[in-house]
C-alpha cells in the first residue's frame, strides 16, 4: 500500500503583524475550516493516484506529486499568456486577496511576494502548499463551496482552473459579491475543454471528440459541469458585478518563438490533464473500465501526436466589480488578442513528446475605457 506523503502545517504569522487577525479571523470563525490533522493527511487512492481526504470525493483531480507539478507547470503558462502578470483585473493595491482553490499555492506566494503590502489567503482542499511563504501570504484547508465566514470583506478574490469543481456557480459567485469590499473586483479564468480547428480538421480526432462528449456528460452528472465558463459573465451579473468584462479573443496565428515555447509547455499540460480527468469522471460516473479508459486515452495521444489534425483550445477569462463608494479616474481594461492553442508538429529532438500546442494569447490595452463616477 503506497505511504501517504505527509507536509508540513502551514506557516503561522508573527505575532507583530500589522494584521494579525486576518491569519486567524478565518480558522477560529469558519465551520468548514480545519487544522492540518493526520485525518487532513490521510489521503485516498484510486487508480494508482492519490486524492484530498477533507470532504472526500468533492474534487476530481489528484493531489499527489505528479499533480502538483502539473498544477506548476499551469501556473507557468498563465504567466507567459499574461507576461509576468498575476491577474487581469484592473486592481490597485488590494490590502486583503483571497485565493480559491490555490493548489501549490505559487499564485498566492508570488502575489503576496510581489504586493506586500496586500495579506494574502489561499484555501484549498488539499494541504499541499509549502511552509516557507512570505509574511503576508497563509494557507487554509478549506472548501469554498461551503458558506463562508471571514470576518472581514476582500479587495480582490481569484479564481483559476476551477471548472469540475464548482456545484453551484450563483452560491459562489454571490458569496464572492458578499465578501468583497465595495469596489472590490472577482476574477475567474479558465482553458476551454473544447477543441476547435479553423479547418475543420478537429472533426476527424473521434477519440479527443469522444473524450469531450463524455467529459461534459460525466461531470453534469457528477454535479460539476467542466463547460461553466461560457455563463461566467452572466451570471457574475446575476450577483450584482458591475463593469464585467470577459475576454475570449481571436486573432491569426503568430510565428513568435516564445509562444512556441509555451506551446511546448501547454502540450506536456495536455498529456498530464487528459488521463486525470478521464480516469476520475470516466471510472467514478460512467462506470468504464481500466481497459476502456487506456484505450481512449491511447487514441488520444495518437491524434495529438497527427500534425494533420490542426486542434486548439482556448482561455476564457472573466472579471467583475462590486459597486461602492466613488471611484475617480478611467479605468482601462486590457483585451487579449488570440486566445488560441493549436496543435503542430515538433521536431523529435526537441524534448517534446508528439505534438505541440501554439498558444496565441498576447495582452495589450485596446484604447477601450470606461470613465468611472
Given at each position: ?19 494579525a ?35 472526500e ?9 505528479r ?34 482553490g ?37 494557507f ?35 458569496q ?23 479547418d ?13 462528449k ?8 457528477f454535479?460539476?459541469?467542466?463547460q ?33 515555447e ?10 498530464e ?46 472579471y ?6 466613488p ?25 517534446v ?8 494569447l ?12
Amino acid at each position: 500500500m503506497q505511504q501517504a506523503h505527509r507536509v508540513s502545517t502551514p506557516v503561522e504569522p508573527d505575532s507583530d503583524t500589522d494584521d494579525a487577525s486576518l491569519y486567524t479571523e478565518s480558522l477560529d470563525n469558519a465551520s468548514y475550516t480545519t487544522s492540518v490533522t493526520s485525518s487532513v493527511l490521510d489521503y485516498q487512492y484510486e487508480n494508482g493516484r492519490r486524492y484530498h481526504s477533507y470532504h472526500e470525493g468533492e474534487y476530481i483531480l489528484p493531489n499527489d506529486e505528479r499533480e502538483q507539478d502539473r498544477l506548476d507547470l499551469s501556473h507557468h503558462i498563465y504567466l507567459m499568456l499574461l507576461k509576468g502578470e498575476l491577474f487581469q483585473a484592473p486592481i490597485k493595491n488590494p490590502k486583503r486577496v483571497l485565493d480559491l482553490g490555490t493548489g501549490t499555492g505559487l499564485w498566492a506566494i508570488e502575489y503576496a511576494d510581489t504586493n506586500p503590502n496586500s495579506q494574502v489567503i489561499g484555501i484549498d482542499l488539499s494541504a499541499i502548499q509549502p511552509s516557507w511563504v512570505p509574511p503576508n501570504c497563509r494557507f487554509e484547508i478549506d472548501d469554498f463551496e461551503q458558506p463562508w465566514s471571514y470576518s472581514k470583506p476582500f479587495d480582490y478574490i481569484h479564481g483559476r482552473e476551477l471548472e469540475g469543481s464548482i456545484r453551484d456557480h450563483d452560491v459562489l459567485f454571490k458569496q464572492a459579491f458578499d465578501n468583497l469590499n465595495p469596489n472590490g473586483w472577482f476574477e475567474m479564468a479558465s482553458f476551454d475543454v473544447n477543441t476547435y480547428s479553423d479547418d475543420g480538421t478537429h472533426l476527424g480526432a473521434t477519440n479527443f471528440l469522444l473524450s469531450i462528449k463524455h467529459m461534459h456528460e460525466s461531470s453534469r452528472m457528477f454535479g460539476k459541469d467542466m463547460q461553466s465558463s461560457p455563463s461566467w459573465k452572466d451570471r457574475m451579473k446575476k450577483a450584482g458585478f458591475v463593469n464585467v468584462r470577459e475576454d475570449l479573443p481571436q486573432s491569426p496565428w503568430p510565428k513568435d518563438p516564445k509562444l512556441k515555447e509555451l506551446g511546448r509547455y501547454h502540450q506536456l499540460n495536455m498529456f498530464e490533464a487528459m488521463p486525470i480527468y478521464t480516469y476520475a469522471l470516466f471510472s467514478r460516473v460512467l462506470g468504464w473500465t481500466r481497459a476502456e479508459i487506456e484505450g481512449l486515452l491511447a487514441g488520444i495521444r495518437m491524434e495529438l501526436r497527427d500534425t494533420s489534425y490542426h486542434l486548439y483550445t482556448k482561455v476564457r477569462m472573466v472579471y467583475g466589480q462590486k459597486p461602492g463608494g466613488p471611484i475617480s479616474g478611467v479605468i482601462c481594461f486590457p483585451s487579449m488578442d488570440a486566445c488560441k492553442f493549436r496543435v503542430k508538429g515538433v521536431s523529435r529532438n526537441s524534448g517534446v513528446p508528439g505534438a505541440m500546442v501554439s498558444p496565441l494569447l498576447m495582452p495589450r490595452c485596446s484604447g477601450k475605457h470606461y470613465i468611472t463616477n
